[in-house]
């Protein structure tokens, strides 16, 4: 059971990156719960300054932009 | 250079769309497909090399680069990297708080929170190609002032007694740590180089493109549609209330640098006067209402009422000034 939080004020990209988690996961039989955090303390607590960010069990693996999906594969099935 | 982008227009707007140069429909429309084509030809290149110089700086760079400089120095650096560093507008907020926990002044944040929007690779090859290098450079110049002087005085108030409590708590704890170690710096490759230049180029002109066709759009309508001399007329003068008056309008309005650039060419040849417009344009860019909401997370009213006075004082000088010295020039 993976926990992963999509960190981002909302903006497009960040929606975008939550959904495709959840598709990559569904497709790979991962289970995997998604929450978008959009609270500014939150993710400065992860020391994050560009979104969207990906956070897998509590674990900072991804800033900047949408991931790729080589990359949420390799979260979800390590 | 450019006239291939007229022949463009010529060939189809006056030889295929069969529309004649002398109507004012004509006029617009090869206004917009001049321009259009020759500034989406130029992005493409242009975003592309920058992209490739810059692909190791980011935001993480400059925080720990800024991260206990002295502040003369920090205004300064802080208004330059606002205007080399690509951020998207989006990420403002954490990238407020990344900086303000790491210790470094409000003032510094805000100087390059504040030139990043009215400073950019687009805005500088928008303007080049529209306006030339005389305004560029003086464009460049004055919204690295607004960032570095508007930085000073946010300090020089002690802004950050007005921040939200737990961004106030994130500074005071910032300031007692030392600076943070520089992150790990990999150097690149020039396949690396090319592969984020080429993302870049994707990703910068997939937001820009529509706003590049609403600016002109507008402009071309200006051209066209707004009679000759009505904006000379009426506001050509450079009557000292116009100036405020522009900027009260500019700044809750939103538009970004390359939507709004092509506006200010038309403004400015349709007779507004240089200072007038430069105001105007400038305080859409710089400010919005949205960002104003985004700021509210961070900051409390009162410095958000202060920002905005600030903004308004700063751009409607900068307007009486360029009203006042460009006719003597």
Known sequence: MKNIKVLGSGCAKCTKTAELIQKLAAELGVEATVVKETDAEVIMGYGVMRTPAVVVDELLVHSGSIPTQADIAGWLQS | MFEIFTRLANWLIYDL??????????????????????????????????????????????RDFLAGKHRGAGYVMGAGFGAVTPFCSCSSIPVFLGFTSAGIPVGITMAFLLTSPLINEVAVLLLLSLLGWKFTIVYILVGMAVGIAGGFFLDSIRAERWLQSFAAKA???????????????????????????????????????????????????????????????????????TVPAAVGVGIPLYSNATGVIPVMESLITNGLPIGTTLAFCMSTVAASFPEFILLKQVMQWRLLAILFVM??????????????IFPVL
Do not use: C
């Not at chain 2, 497909?33 to 993480?60: C, H, P, Q, W």
């Open chain 2, 171 to 241: 500074l005071e704890q910032g300031r007692k740590n030392s600076p943070v170690g520089g992150s790990a710096v990999a150097s690149m490759s020039m396949t690396e180089r090319h592969q984020f230049a080429r993302d870049e180029t994707l990703e910068i002109f997939g937001r820009v493109w529509k706003w590049v066709i609403i600016g002109v759009g507008l402009g071309a309508a200006l051209h066209g549609f707004v009679p000759d001399g009505w904006i000379e007329t009426h506001l050509g003068s450079g009557q000292w209330w």
């Open chain 2, 17 to 62: 769309a069969g529309l004649s140069a002398e109507t004012k429909m004509g006029q617009s429309l090869h206004f917009f497909v001049e321009d259009t084509s020759k500034i989406f030809v130029l992005l493409v290149v242009m975003i592309y090399l920058i992209a490739l110089l810059r692909a190791s700086l980011n935001v993480e760079r400059v």
């Open chain 2, 311 to 324: 903004l308004l004082f700063a751009f409607t000088l900068i307007g009486w000034i360029f009203n006042f």
